[in-house]
């Protein structure tokens, strides 16, 4: 069981390392209601099972009645009660990650083997690889971003006839606003890609906080600016990007999205443990975590941008302590840097 859409997406890597390792197993995955469309298209999951993230008894009875005993394997890729229960409840076989404190001890008889969860100091994709090692499989650092041929038409039919001229992705609003950037940043951003010779592509979903944010980044750029924030499934999305030039993005799922496709990607990060919670380059190594946890950093097709100051990254939700609160780390951030980097990513990638 995962919890939100990054999280689904970086336990693909496992999914990966299971399914090369025994090509005909049936591999299904249990997700929390809202996160199933990151695998709706992957090849490697013969069914998606949903559970709303606070369930009704009736909801929680049903699922249970549907995973009793019904694998010969099953993983829990987070150290929480309920997945440890389900994995439980699920497989004649089962292993999981788990705390290694005392108070979690009750977990392990629910498990037959178990790896000792990190939450500072391994990247989620390595962590969840490892349960691949507890069942003898070689880990696959593979993150698998996937989408349907109706996602590719949605997404061909908004760019239109001009599809092949170069545009750079920049997804500007994350879910919270303690990841966000300002507003008057994106649009100094996006006019430099414009003066390039860029056409300009907006992604973003479909929360009417989101819409209005990027419809209003929108109204201050070029006319022929796409503006994609929810039009488009996550698979269309997906599709999107990887035919970008260039992808700029905060931390949200989007950015690992692009980064996972390969697809030259500047990640705004702020007060996220990059460690734990930075976008997994295409190509990058099982065994290694990719970032380290202060600093500008460059990784594969990845940028990372942190943003200054000597408590960055705190692990707190923005400067006031909760989600709705701004992170004067990024607020702080200069467009003359971003665009630095972006330059620099640019020259690399025409020589």
């Known amino acids: 069981m995962t919890r939100r859409i990054g999280d689904v ?4 890597p496992l999914i990966r390392s299971l399914k090369q390792a025994w090509p005909q197993a049936a591999l299904d995955a249990l997700v929390f209601a809202g996160t199933e469309s990151v695998l709706t298209a992957n ?5 998606v099972v949903t559970i709303p993230e606070r369930p009704g008894f009736l909801q929680h009875l049903a699922l249970v009645a549907r995973l009793l005993r019904s694998y010969d394997v099953a993983l829990s890729v987070l150290a929480g009660d309920r997945p440890t229960v389900y994995a439980f409840l699920a497989g004649r076989w089962r292993a999981g990650l788990l705390d290694s404190g005392r108070k979690e001890s009750w977990k392990r008889r629910f498990l037959h083997q178990w790896v000792a969860f990190d939450n500072l100091n391994t990247h989620t994709a390595r962590m969840n690889i490892a349960l691949a090692g507890v069942l003898g499989v070689p880990g696959s650092g593979e993150v698998v971003v996937s989408w349907s041929a109706d996602d590719e038409q949605q997404a061909a039919w908004l760019l239109g006839a001009d599809a092949a001229q170069p545009y750079s992705v920049l997804h500007p609003h994350p879910k919270y606003r303690y990841k966000m950037w300002r507003p008057e940043a994106w649009i100094e951003l996006a006019l ?3 003066g390039r ?9 479909g929360d009417p906080d989101e819409i209005a944010f990027v419809s209003g980044l929108a109204r201050a750029l070029p006319p022929e600016t796409i503006n994609a924030a929810g039009r488009l499934s996550l698979g269309a999305s997906a599709y999107l990007v990887s035919r970008a ?6 931390d949200t799922a989007m950015t690992h ?7 030259p990607t500047v990640a705004l990060y702020g007060p996220t443990n990059c460690v734990k919670w930075g976008p997994w380059p295409r190509g990058h190594a099982p065994d290694a975590n990719p970032w380290r946890r202060c600093g500008s950093q460059r990784s594969g097709n990845v940028t ?13 939700e923005g400067c006031d302590r909760h989600v709705g609160s701004y992170s004067d ?10 665009i630095a980097a972006v330059e620099q990513m640019l020259d690399a990638g025409s020589t």
């Open 43 to 47: 090849p490697d999951v013969r069914r």
């Open 197 to 205: 010779g860029f056409r300009l592509v907006l992604t973003g979903g």
């Open 9 to 12: 997406l970086l336990a693909t």
């Open 245 to 250: 030039r260039l992808f700029i993005g905060p």
């Open 192 to 194: 430099w890609l414009a």
């Open 304 to 316: 990372l941008l942190q943003g200054a100051g000597a408590c960055v990254p705190c692990h707190l």
């Open 329 to 338: 780390c990024l607020q702080q951030l200069p467009a003359a840097r971003v």
């Open 257 to 263: 999205v692009a980064a996972a496709l390969g697809v």
